[in-house]
Every structure is written in C-alpha cells, then in structure tokens.
C-alpha cells in the first residue's frame, strides 16, 4: 500500500528510520550533554555524552519523563522552571545557569540552553536541551576572587603599614632635628654649632619632603606645577628660619607627568633651592617651561652668579653629585648658567616624559662639562652649597 509521499510503506519506512539514524548520529557528535524532549517533557533522544557525564544507561532514559530521571536527579525547580513557563512563553532560553547535587557525579553547575521546534502541522512540539557542565569554571573563578579578595586585604594592610611607618619615621626625623637644633644652641664651639644647625634643618628638610612626596604614592601622573608650588611652600616656611626672608616663586605652564619623574625631580628641587636660598638677595624663581622636545626645569635667584670657572664636575660638594645621579636617573641634561637679565646664577634640568632610549654611560650631559655620574646614592646627604 502506498505510503503519503506515494511511496511504498517498506521504503517509506526505511526512510524514516534513516532519518531517525541520522538525527541520532548527529546528537551523538555534540560533546556536550544534550537531550531532545517531546512536548510531555519525555526523552525522545539523548547524546553519547549525556549518558556517560550522569552515568544512566539509554534503556533507563529514552521514553521516560526527564524529572524522573536516575530516581529524580533531574526533578529540580528551576528546571520546571526553564522548561514549563520559560521555554512555552520565550520559545528560546540561553545561558540558564542551574546549581544541584547530582547522584554519583557530586555537586554541579550546569548551564542550560534550550530551544523550542514548531512542525509544519502544528501537532506537535519538541524541546531541544543543551547542557553544558560550567562547574570547573565557576570554581577557578570564585577561587579567582577569593585570591583578589585576599589581595585587596593584604593591600589593605600594606598601606596600613606604610602609614604607620611613616608616621614613626617622621616623628623620629622631627625628634632628631629637635635635639640637633637643641645642641647647636647649647654647644660652645661656633663650627660645631652651624653644623648641628644645618643638619638639624636637613632633616626637618627631608621630613617635609618626604611627606610631600608621599601624596604621590598610587598616583601614576601628578600635575607637576601644583606639587612643586607645595613643595616649596614648605621650603619657604624653613628657610625663613635659617636666613633672611627670601620668597621663593614658581611659574610657568602646568605639566602633567610620571610619577617616577616627579619624585627625582622634587629632591632636586628640593636640593637647588635650598642652595639658592642662601646667595638669593630677595627671590628664588622655580620655572616649568615645555617645548617640542620635553620639558625644562630651571631654578634661578638674583644672587652674586657662580664663580668664575665653576663646573659641577669639578665641584667636590656631594650635593651636586647627587644631582648629577638623579638627572642620570632620568635621562636627563643638566645645565648651568647666569639668571635672568644676567644676574645670579641658573640650573636647569633639561628631561622628557618618555624613558630614555638607551641607558646614559658617561653621566648626564652637562652644559659647562661633563660630569662623573655616581650610583643611587642616599638622599639623606646635605644639599650642594655653592661657594660664590
């Protein structure tokens, strides 16, 4: 008897359980677990990799009703969710994620994806089911946060640390330059007593340093102008102790820089205006200048100028030695000269805000010379001071 496609029943029937093979050899090829479900929520088809990840066998699944799978493994209300109310009234449903102890395999984390086919008749429907096993995922990342969670704590307590110990060193540094100031006063040898003077306003010197350049910490840029303004603010309250009042005055253009600029810089400024301030007649002036090729800073005062002659590689102050290095350190090219209008003397430090491109052998240039580089030496050493 002829079938409904006109052919006979034997080969329409061939036909069929072709097609039925083919479908089955095409679940089977998906490496994930994956089920088809008639429109009762009964297992039509399952894939190789369902049955061996759940461990059930095809005889105790296909024709059975999902939630009564492996003695109700998959009776789980979110699933009677996903495919009762979700699927009927989405038709579609990706990345449904499902937590739930299974029999023999442990707790899992499955990620469900589903789709709903509509035939031609409209008599029926089928429930495409995709399952992927997310558990190994989802460990790495929660063991991914703890391990940030752990980090942030360890930060936390870094930055605790620090400030506490920063809070002691500067409590010991202005300890110290009170006892210095002290003795200076009471010693009786004239020499002894400027040199306890001068170390005591070091120190004092490098505590405020010190605590300005701590501001920077975390910061990858600082607005170069601002911070030098603030620096010298605090230079100016201790020179005005040390010498008649100079004013101290920083202009130019405002200069966005790296951080690990910035800290060198602020000990060289800190180095050339504190030698300025002692030959300055009123004014020391800070300069921030751009051009195409970097960025210049110069220090400048109306004093008596350099001696004649004078070269900072042939200057044994350590001071000066010390500024040499930092420029090194910053591929820098340091330059001295006369002040403005021809009077007083001139330091500029000539840098960029890339890194050097090859490491600086023979020591930063220097316009009046070259000078011998010396290694990262301690910034704890006194400033260069100029015999003029």
């Known amino acids: ?41 009964r297992v039509l088809a399952a894939s190789r990799s369902f049955y061996q990840t759940f461990k059930v066998s095809p005889h105790d699944t296909q024709g059975r009703l999902l939630y009564a799978l492996g003695d109700g493994q998959w009776d789980i209300p979110q699933l009677h969710l996903l495919l009762e109310k979700i699927i009927p009234e989405q038709g579609v449903m990706e ?3 499902v937590e739930h102890e299974f029999p023999g395999i442990g707790q899992r984390t499955m990620c469900l994806n589903a789709r709903k086919v509509f035939y031609e008749r409209g008599s029926h429907t ?26 942030d704590v360890l930060l936390e307590q870094k930055v605790m640390l620090a400030r506490e110990f920063d809070h002691r060193l500067l409590n010991s540094m202005q300890l110290i330059s009170s006892l210095l100031s002290l003795q200076s006063r009471t010693t009786k040898n004239p020499e002894a007593a400027a040199q306890l003077s001068i170390a005591g306003n070091r120190v ?21 102008k ?22 101290i005055v920083v202009e130019g253009e405002d200069i966005e820089i790296p951080t690990v600029l910035g800290i060198p810089l602020g000990f ?40 004649k002659g004078f070269t900072p590689s042939g200057h044994k102050g350590l001071g000066m030695k010390i500024i040499q290095s930092l420029v090194k350190q910053i591929g820098g090219e340091f330059q001295i000269g006369r002040g403005d209008n ?13 890194p050097p491109s090859q490491p600086m052998v023979n020591g930063a240039g220097i316009a009046a010379g070259n000078g011998a580089g010396i290694a990262a030496g301690s910034f704890l050493e006194q400033p260069v001071i100029v015999a003029r």
């Open 1 to 41: 008897m002829p079938g409904e496609a006109g052919l006979p029943e034997n080969e329409l029937f061939t036909e069929i359980e072709e097609a039925r093979a083919f479908a089955q050899a095409i679940i089977d090829t998906v490496r994930e677990p994956f089920l088809v479900l008639d429109q009762d929520l």
């Open 95 to 97: 990345d449904y994620e």
């Open 126 to 151: 089928t429930i495409l089911l995709g399952i992927e096993d997310i558990t190994a995922q989802r460990v790495l990342e929660r063991e991914k946060d703890e391990l940030l969670r752990q980090k």
């Open 204 to 224: 004092a010197s490098l505590g405020r340093v010190h605590r300005r350049l701590h501001v920077l910490d975390h910061l990858e840029t600082v607005e170069f």
């Open 226 to 247: 601002q911070y030098v303004s603030r620096l010298c603010e605090d230079l100016s309250g201790m020179l005005h102790h040390e010498e008649a009042k100079r004013s």
């Open 268 to 307: 060289i400024v800190n180095e050339l205006v504190t030698n300025s301030a002692k030959y300055a007649k009123g004014k020391v002036t800070v300069r921030l200048e751009s051009a195409s090729t970097g960025h210049s800073l110069s220090v400048l005062d109306d004093g008596p100028g350099l001696p």
């Open 342 to 354: 021809d009077c007083g003397a001139r330091f500029t430090i000539l840098f960029s805000t890339q």
